[in-house]
């Protein structure tokens, strides 16, 4: 609550719609005991005052009635009624959207066809025909502002509670013994109502609107008693003449109903754990590059060059390093794995290469990454975008979300092709179903027409393999592309990977967790841990000779299968976080063989016989130690 | 030795396309008729890719889907899905992800006194030295318990949810991919735990994986499921060494293996069938190499192949 | 694509025959006798009695209900008294009217919306999205009606720039040149808040899809950003865009009625405030049907075009 007081507090313009609300909400809590003049006393001589007149301020309307004090009086009813409409359509509207999502099937739909009934209609003839069959008046209006209300609150709080009933905690709650009643009221509904409070928030300003709308054409508040609806309404006959009267109160709705969206936006922004991740920002066409030393020299060796690359995410005051120094470089052809468990930093490293890495929050800190001779860090966006696909492609792990739901696979390919290469259309389309046979996908003459959701995940990764083949790259990198993949799948899709890059000689840097994946397709490997690469060697050095604790132990743990029923190896405690990393060896709060010179300082990497490993005590020692 | 759980022709149709009133167009059969038996102490693993059925099987045994037809049977007594409190006190659940199974909005200890309260009506008391013992029975600092579920770690997380599905005090447990949402550093952590757990506390597993070489290596006997039927049942150590049904010896020969070259295991599609529109006979057939006439007409049933082995397959593999 | 328009048409028969449901039974909640409650002032013995033979009101809900939805599908919406006329009549007169100022509104705050929206979108936090952002929160807080009246003294009284009111110059007008002249600020009126509304969704459903994995694809494939933005981005926020113009059409339709009162524009909205000061209940009942109807058509629309534009959705 504290924390949601702050975050609304340092939104600026919340703050200020906040304190212009409140003193609006105050003077009209205070009018009874204000020294105001009766607002319903008519004095025909006195009419059509201008403001600024003498015993009133605001002048006076065609009645000779004082301005000011009907226009607070007025203020005091309309927020009273838009605040009373708001309400009722929040509890109303809640209740029926909570019990419909929480129980689903045919409550849910027959609750839900009535909902969209009543949606049906253009919201303002429902509040109509109400106030048509009740007769106008302040009371029908509000019943008719509320009734209409209902259904937007029940449709969007269905949305939120067939989300949450889903959840695997109701379903924990039930095994619990929890009954519905208890779980709708204390699993579902602390879970709802934020939800509930934005929506309010968002819409009373809407209602207080809309009251006032009822009364401004007559079939609100009644005379002599006046909202600011219906105050405008009488003015609207002198607008011309004396426009004042027509302007105070529809100003002062202006400025309700102004710091009401105002405070609201800034409700709903505090409320919503998204935005206060920062998670709903949008990430620009290439991160964010603020080295802060001197990058450094090339050219660099090799097909990709990464040179002691920086990688971080700033939220708010916390930096996370999630890539930290990492020296890798590719060769022509060859297949590099690099592997490391979640928050390693692994793809982080591979995204910051053609600068894919989300921004915001990401910024790239240093280093260099070197293709052809030039700096890619830093690069303009045009170099980055000319580069992109056609000499370095990418393919990502969910084969599901990475392919343009809308799109026909074909189209995505020939794109990939066209916005490097001028290419036409039928051309294009041949050369779309001959990388889809490419990529051994059976019958691409009609696949190519298809659309990703048609296809099984196996297909959809063939075709996304099929896109990174679309201009012959130098390199691919691929971000654990088999991770989404049922083990059949990933076992086909390996191999194709494999054949691939033997008949177009296409270098892969493979981002993985797994060890056997590697063991398979790569020629040298990198082991990542904390972002940092803790070793790096051929594949069979490594998997035969680990020099690193961690490499070692990571091995240990995974099962391997036809080995039977055992205990398994298990590194103690946790990852590290990368907001708060030890200053010397991240593994070593996990590590057995740790020593107290082991957490002093950054370690270096020690290299030698073609292995690097960042270890003061290596499980094995590298063959002739190169001086560094 | 008795038996735990006993499963009867259990199986589960979704209807596809229900209008408002009247029957559903289409059905789509999640599990078709399933019939196993878990004996008391044992740990059974259940296999299979997605989409295969397993955890529709593992939502019914908890009481959480109705089955279509068939019926469970717990330690002997028919589960009674009208009272939860009660099935609740003989098996628990623990969910895949962590997270997403402890609501943000209550304090770890909230979460733990749940079942405690619920199913078996501990006062205040009671119920703080319960929790004290089981925290401590999973490895889990006593500091954590008022804190809320989004300062958690997968690994930590998953322990609270075995802690919860321990406060129960039920005697078997279905583990639905309790390690697939971990690192494999952490994975090791949590399977060692539940081991130990189960000799603890004279536990029943259940454990549910798409990884065979966690199945294998935490189970006495694996299940291997296929379009929601069960394929092949047999001893750990055994099944996937000796695989009788082809698709056992397809997924055995697809995970990736230190030292062995890659090669793309002998299967001719990837594709399931059309579950609105399941073939006749061994929906395996279409991607099976020994597929004959016979398996394009005939389902085939579960039959007893060699000592402790069962496979549903007309050509079945050699032993 | 035929079969799927087939389909929502006939799910729309369900949806109809229930607003009539709900505005029959709004319209029974009303107090006392029903005849002299229709007829109000102009009850007279001989108007009673016809409009009891016409409505049978003497006879249950139920039947008094299939009567009138029986002699509504005839065309016969019944008989308005304060004008003396049929309401049918009336009421497609009107309509007409209306549709000319909420279509254009409504043409104006998609465009103006969308494109607001996917810049807000693009440019977050830069120069662009702050002063869209501070745009969109005045159109949304200021009420239509008092935007109108302003614009009114603004632009018709202080600057003779537009005509103050109506559809038509009394004299010498009529042609398309001279509604065009009278439409502008009416039609302004109206959109400023749904454009400000489709605006602000249109930014968080581009903000929701620029964060989504093909729209990474997309830039490592090398697509130019400006067409990373206007093709593979605009086109997935639509999915979500175009259910939202769908209910900010009837909020147009809704806003229309203060627009036709500030501007004297001769509408159905107009029409129905009046209908219900002058308790000309038959009007009030045949207008929100008709306007109710068109509507639940214009959606059906609306989710033809979004089947169009996602192939998901089954057709």
Same mark, same amino acid.
């Given at each position: 609550m504290t924390q949601f007081i702050k975050l609304l507090a340092r939104n600026q313009l919340a703050l200020a719609g906040g304190i212009i609300l409140s003193i609006v909400v105050l003077v009209s809590i205070l009018v009874p005991i204000l020294p105001l003049q009766p607002p319903d006393v008519t004095n025909t001589a006195d009419r059509f005052m201008a403001p600024f007149s003498e015993g009133h301020w605001l002048g006076t309307d065609h009645l000779g009635r004082d301005l000011l004090s009907r226009l607070l009086w007025g203020t005091r009813l309309s927020l009273a009624v838009g605040a009373a409409a708001a309400i009722v359509a929040a509890v109303i509207g809640s209740a029926i959207g909570i019990v419909a999502g929480y129980f689903g099937g045919t409550t849910d739909n027959v609750i839900m066809r009535g909902v969209d009934m009543l949606m049906a209609f253009p919201y303002i003839l429902l509040a109509l025909a109400i106030v048509a069959a009740l007769g106008p008046g302040l009371m029908n209006a509000l019943i008719a502002v509320a009734a209409v209300n209902i259904p937007f609150f029940a449709r969007n709080i269905r949305g939120i509670t067939v989300g949450i009933a889903h959840k695997e905690f109701v379903d924990a709650a039930k095994l619990a013994g929890k009954g519905h009643l208890t779980i709708l009221t204390t699993e579902i509904l602390p879970n709802v109502v934020p939800v509930i409070v934005i929506a309010m928030s968002t819409t009373i300003g809407w209602m207080i609107l809309e009251t006032a709308g009822l009364s401004f054409l007559g079939l609100g508040s009644q005379p002599p008693q006046a909202d600011l609806g219906s105050m405008l309404g009488e003015a609207r006959s002198a607008l011309i003449t004396n426009p004042h009267t027509s302007v105070v109160p529809g100003l002062m709705i202006f400025i309700i109903v102004m710091s009401i969206n105002l405070l609201g936006d800034g409700v709903r922004d505090a409320l919503d754990p998204r935005l206060r991740s920062g998670a709903l920002s949008r990430p620009k066409p290439t991160t964010t590059v603020a080295r802060q030393s001197s990058p450094p020299h090339g050219p =660099?060796? =090799?097909?990709l060059d990464i040179r002691e690359l920086e990688t971080q995410f700033h939220v708010g005051k916390r930096v996370f390093k999630a890539v930290n120094q990492v020296s890798l470089n590719i060769e022509p052809g060859e297949c590099l794995g690099v592997i490391g468990e979640s928050g390693s930093g692994k793809s982080v490293t591979a995204l910051s290469v053609m600068g894919l890495v989300a921004s915001p929050p990401g910024v790239i800190t240093g280093g260099a990454v070197f293709h052809g001779g030039q700096d890619l860090v830093g690069a303009r966006y045009s170099t980055l975008r000319r580069l992109r696909g056609d000499k370095v492609a990418y393919i990502f792990q969910d084969p599901l979300s990475t392919l343009h739901p809308l799109i026909r696979v074909g189209e995505q390919l020939a794109e990939a092709i066209r916005v490097h290469h001028p290419v036409g259309k039928a051309e294009l389309r041949q050369r779309a179903i001959d990388l889809l046979n490419d990529v051994r996908i059976p019958n691409a003459e009609s696949r190519v027409d298809s659309y990703p959701h048609e296809m099984s995940g196996g297909m959809r990764q063939r075709v996304a393999i099929a896109m990174a083949l679309a201009n012959e790259p130098e390199v691919i990198i691929a971000d654990e592309p088999t991770t989404a993949l049922d083990v059949t799948v990933q076992a086909q899709v390996l191999s194709l990977l494999d054949d691939l890059r033997r008949e177009h000689n296409v270098a892969i840097m493979f981002i993985t967790h797994d060890f056997g994946v590697v063991a398979q397709l790569c020629d040298r490997v990198a082991v990542m841990y904390g972002g940092q690469i803790v070793e790096q060697g051929t594949t069979d050095d490594i998997l035969a000779n680990p020099a690193h604790p961690y490499t070692r132990k990571l091995m240990e743990c995974v099962p391997e299968l036809g080995a039977g029923r055992r205990e398994l190896a298990a590194i103690p405690g946790l990852p590290p976080a990368v907001d708060d990393l030890p200053p010397g060896c991240a593994f070593a709060p996990r590590c057995h063989k740790a020593q107290a010179e082991c957490t002093k300082a950054p370690i270096e990497m020690t290299r030698g016989g073609g292995r690097a490993v960042r270890c003061l005590y290596p499980e094995t020692k590298l063959v002739e130690e190169e001086p560094a | 030795m008795s038996l735990a759980l006993q499963l009867d022709d259990l199986s589960k149709t979704f209807p596809v396309g229900k209008p408002l009133f009247g029957p559903a167009k289409a059905h789509v059969r999640a599990v078709r008729p399933v019939t196993l038996q878990v004996e008391t102490g044992e740990t059974l693993g259940i296999v299979g890719e997605s989409g295969c059925g397993k955890s529709t099987l593992a939502r019914m045994l908890v009481g959480l889907l109705p089955p279509s037809t068939g019926e469970i049977k717990i330690e002997g007594h028919r589960l009674n899905n009208a009272n939860p409190a009660e099935f609740g006190r003989s098996i628990q659940y623990v969910f895949q992800d962590p997270i997403s199974s402890l609501n943000p909005r209550k304090s770890i200890r909230s979460i733990l006194e749940v079942p405690l309260k619920r199913l078996h009506g501990m006062n205040a008391e009671a119920r703080r030295a319960r929790i004290s013992e089981i925290f401590a029975s999973v490895n889990l600092r006593e500091e954590f318990l008022e804190r809320y579920p989004h300062e958690f770690s997968g690994g930590q997380a998953q322990r609270i949810g075995i802690a919860r599905a321990l406060a129960a005090n039920a005697r078997i447990m279905v583990l639905d991919e309790p390690v697939s949402a971990l690192d494999v550093s952490v994975q090791a952590q949590v399977l060692n735990l539940l081991a130990r757990l189960k000799g603890e506390f004279g536990l029943t597993y259940l454990f549910i994986s798409h990884d065979l070489a966690v199945v294998e290596a935490v189970s006495d006997r694996v299940a291997v499921m296929y379009f929601g039927a069960v394929v092949e049942v047999g001893k750990a150590e055994k099944i996937f060494a000796a695989p009788r049904h082809p698709y056992t010896n397809l997924l055995a020969g697809s995970a990736p293996v230190v030292g062995r070259p890659l090669t793309p295991p002998e299967a001719k599609g990837t594709e399931l069938p059309d579950p609105l529109n399941p073939p006749p006979g061994c929906p395996f057939a279409p991607r099976c190499p020994k597929a004959t006439e016979i398996c394009r007409d005939v389902d085939p049933p579960l039959e007893q192949m060699g000592e402790d082995q069962f496979a549903a397959c007309h050509h079945p593999l050699d032993a | 694509m035929g079969g799927y328009i087939v389909k929502r048409l006939l799910s729309a028969i369900p949806v109809l025959l229930g607003i009539t449901v709900i505005v029959f039974l709004i319209m029974a909640l009303i107090p006392g006798d029903p005849a002299t409650a229709i007829l109000g002032s102009y009850a007279t013995p001989e108007n009673v009695e016809k409009i009891n033979r016409d409505l049978g009101l003497d006879k249950p809900l139920v039947a008094r209900y299939f009567i009138w939805l029986g002699n509504m599908l005839t065309g016969d919406f019944g008989r308005s008294f304060s004008l003396n006329r049929p309401v049918i009549d009336e009421v497609l007169e009107r309509f007409g009217a209306t549709l000319v100022l909420a279509g254009t509104a409504f043409i104006i705050c998609t465009i103006f919306g969308i494109i607001a929206g996917v810049i807000s979108a693009a440019r977050q936090y830069g120069l662009a999205d702050k002063a869209i952002t501070f745009a969109v929160l005045i159109g949304i807080s200021i009420p239509s009606f008092f935007l109108g009246m302003m614009m009114i003294l603004a632009f018709a009284v202080e600057r003779r720039w537009f005509p103050v009111s109506g559809m038509y110059a009394i004299y010498g007008g009529g042609d398309l040149a001279d509604l065009a002249w009278h439409l502008v600020m009416p039609a302004i009126a109206l959109a400023v808040v749904a454009t400000g509304v489709i605006a602000r969704l249109s930014r968080s459903a581009m903000l929701e899809v620029l964060r989504q994995d093909y729209i990474r694809t997309a830039r490592a494939k090398g697509v130019h950003e400006r067409r990373v933005i206007w093709t593979h981005a605009l086109k997935a926020a639509m999915v979500s865009i175009i259910p939202v113009l769908g209910i900010q059409a009837g909020f147009v339709l809704s806003g229309a009625v203060y627009i036709e009162i500030v501007f004297q524009w001769p509408g159905v909205g107009r029409m129905l405030v009046n209908a219900i000061l002058q308790r000309d209940i038959l009007l009030v009942q045949g207008g929100v049907v008709f306007v109710a109807a068109c509507y639940v058509l214009f959606n059906i629309a609306v989710d033809v075009a979004q089947s169009l534009l996602d192939p998901r959705i089954k057709t």
């Open positions: =660099g060796e =090799g097909v | - | -």
